[in-house]
């Protein structure tokens, strides 16, 4: 399962990371992060795993 | 743009799906995939899509999606019936008189209803367009007590089809639903429909090709040359020459006569202003503003 964590809202969010947390067959997809930036998966059970600029290269977290 | 991939810590992303999300996010192109596979996820996601939540996907009779593509002087059009896993398109003639998305919308309708009519297979149909001015300008022939003319019509030839077309098909008792979505908005049909329309537009089949005996207009704009017959457009770019040339000409007019409204009116000002020997033009600023 595919998420755009981008395109949720906090409510959506918070709704999803239960069922999150407890599975492992799903990959979210956010925007570039910063500190303040909330499209940050804020929960343990993620980890980034890549990075991808549209048009350039691919760089690889792990 | 960079985007971020974030698995379960407990998982693992094989090489594979990583590099098919990676093409997906590299892909330059502006439109949506049109699959329409029976996938769980594609499933949902057509049911979620605007003919989806209408029950069209489920409707016992057939669905056509038509489109129209107009783009690089080339116009084309293309259906796509959904039952039937059918399609058809071609090319646009006419391009030398300009093109519109108009035209080629009612060429995509054309072409859908002909199937239809080929089909005889006495099916309600529903054709799905995501051009609302198509259908606007298909409503008056619909609607009773108008009087609409096809004299004028800048693509009579075509619409006299699409008038005729359905008039057949309600005399056999047959039904025909025109339904309006949004473009690009991920419908399959309308992805679809769209892709069809791009192949008519590179064909060789060409039709409604013989001319309308319009004048046809050019102009240059930023380097590049437009054809046109008469529109609102034409008549834009019209105005602004004109009004390029008259702005020359009423103002040597109005400055070389010694009598003239606009000397009376500065005089007006001046005097009002205390600023007698000053042209209206040359009145400070100041004072302009205080009057």
């Not at chain 2, 013989?210 to 207009?217: G, M, S, W």
Request: with cysteine.
């Amino acid at each position: 399962m595919v998420i755009n964590w981008s395109g949720l809202d906090d409510q959506e969010k918070l709704d999803l990371i239960p069922t999150l947390s407890t599975t492992d067959n799903w990959i979210l997809l956010t925007q570039p992060l910063g500190d303040s930036n909330k499209t940050q998966p804020p929960f343990r059970e993620a980890t980034k795993t890549v990075y991808i600029r549209a048009g350039g290269g691919r760089g690889k977290m792990n | 743009m960079t985007t971020e991939v974030w698995i379960s810590t407990r998982g693992k992303m094989p090489e594979l799906t990583r590099t098919t999300i990676q093409e997906a996010l590299e892909a330059d192109t502006p439109k949506d995939t049109s699959s329409f596979g029976m996938e769980d996820l594609e499933v949902i996601h057509r049911s979620s899509t605007e003919a989806g939540l209408l029950g069209i996907y489920n409707f016992a009779g057939a669905v056509y999606a038509m489109d129209g593509s107009n783009d690089k002087g080339v116009m084309g059009v293309g259906f796509h019936r959904l039952d039937e896993n059918r399609r058809g398109c071609c090319q646009l003639g006419r391009g030398e008189e300009g093109n519109s998305f108009n035209t080629a919308e009612l060429g995509a309708a054309c072409l859908a209803l002909e199937d239809a009519k080929r089909k005889e297979d006495r099916k309600p149909i529903i054709i799905l367009s995501d051009s609302a001015c198509f259908l606007y300008s298909s409503q008056k022939w619909i609607e009773e007590g108008k009087s609409s003319f096809m004299w004028g019509n800048p693509d009579a030839d075509i619409m006299r089809d699409i008038v005729e077309l359905p008039r057949e098909r309600i005399e056999l008792g047959l039904l025909t639903v025109f339904i309006n979505i949004k473009a690009h908005r991920g419908d399959p049909s309308n992805e679809l429909a769209d892709r069809w329309a791009d192949e008519g537009r590179q064909g060789e089949n060409i039709r409604w090709s013989l001319p309308t005996n319009r004048p046809i207009f050019s102009w240059t704009e930023n380097g590049i040359t437009h054809r046109s017959p008469m529109n609102p457009m034409v008549k834009l770019q019209v105005a602004r020459k004109q009004l390029k040339t008259q702005t020359g000409l009423t103002a040597n007019f109005l400055n070389d006569r010694e009598d003239n409204s606009r000397d009376l009116l500065g005089q007006k000002r001046m005097d009002k202003n205390k600023t007698k020997g000053l042209p209206l033009h040359l009145i400070p600023i100041s004072l302009r503003s205080s009057t």
